[in-house]
């Protein structure tokens, strides 16, 4: 007879115990994650360093390929040609491109939180409807109504002056829709109806109650239309021709132009470009804590 072997007994897991972790997939481990973001940040910062080392050369070190190499520096001289070129009319340029973009910013983000203001607010004939034109407006990309701008700058005789530039910028669909937004999620209708019980007016209920309620709303819109009238091309480019009256970003496409004439402009071109990214560095770093407090209003209410 053959002796039958015992049965093991069978061992259950205790009770509560976690299921095995399943193991990622390389794509989403923390060293894949990590180079990803490291690639991106390189091909962010690459450019801007490109540009550091290179506004401190000179015509020769651009044209032999030496531009990021952390010898050769010349960047006092690049300033002193810059502003002794044409008589110093790259900062004309730039003293341009702030009164083009920082009233012109300041003016349009005004215009369109009281747009945005009134479209949460009030209720009148035919409101839905004006804010789908509005909304139609973003569609259509800025360079396609450049020509009908032209013309009607020309009938009004606005072409080569300050006003060609200057009203364009106040006009901002898509700003009308961002203000519009932030009303919705910022203004309680019960702070606005407390302001009139307490006898303030529509425009006193606006300026001391609705337009401090939406700062962080209009400082986006500043921010955003600031960048866009700095980094403008097309539209100077169409209605101005007088140099005296250029943005910057014009003003070094000129340059940039006659550089195969005229090798010597490749240092300046470089260099003010590096000065013309100064404004929106200092915009952004200036402002982000507008943003910071929008984002923690929610907490405190």
């Known amino acids: 007879m053959t002796a039958i072997a015992p049965e093991r007994p069978v061992r259950t897991p205790p009770p509560n115990t976690p299921a095995p972790a399943r193991r990622r997939p390389w794509t989403l481990s923390k060293a894949a994650v990590n180079g990803a973001l490291l690639l991106a940040t390189a091909y962010t910062l690459l450019p801007l360093g490109w540009l550091l080392t290179a506004a401190a050369k000179n015509t020769g070190d651009l044209l032999g390929g030496v531009s990021l190499s952390p010898s050769h520096w010349h960047l006092g001289e690049n300033l002193h040609q810059l502003a002794s070129t044409g008589d110093g009319i790259y900062f004309r340029w730039y003293l341009n491109s702030l009164l083009y973009a920082g009233i012109g910013a300041l003016l349009c983000a005004l215009l369109c939180v009281a747009a945005g203001y009134a479209f949460h607010v ?3 004939p035919g409101k839905e409807k004006l804010f789908g034109l ?6 259509v990309p800025t360079t396609a109504l450049a020509l009908p701008m032209y013309l009607l700058a020309s009938q009004l005789h606005l072409v080569n002056t300050f006003w060609a530039v200057f009203l364009p910028s106040l006009v901002n669909p898509f700003g009308v829709y961002l203000a519009r937004v932030f009303c919705a999620g910022y203004l309680p209708g019960e702070v606005l109806e407390a302001a009139r019980m307490d006898g303030a007016g529509e425009l006193r209920t606006f300026r001391s109650i609705g337009l401090p309620m939406v700062m962080p ?3 986006t819109v500043f921010l955003f239309q600031f960048t866009a009238i700095w980094n403008n091309f097309f539209l100077p ?3 101005l021709s007088d140099s005296r009256l250029f943005p910057v970003s014009l003003g070094l496409y000129s340059w940039n132009s006659q550089t195969r004439a005229f090798p010597e402009y490749y240092p300046l071109v470089v260099t003010g470009s590096l000065l013309a990214v100064l404004p929106l560095v ?3 770093t200036v402002l982000q804590r507008h943003w910071k ?3 923690t209003a929610g907490s405190v209410k």
Do not use: D, R
């Open 122 to 124: 009030y209720a009148f």
């Open 134 to 139: 509005v909304l139609v407006g973003v569609l």
């Open 217 to 219: 709303g209009f400082v």
């Open 237 to 239: 480019l169409v209605m």
């Open 282 to 284: 200092v915009a952004f």
């Open 293 to 295: 407090a929008g984002l």
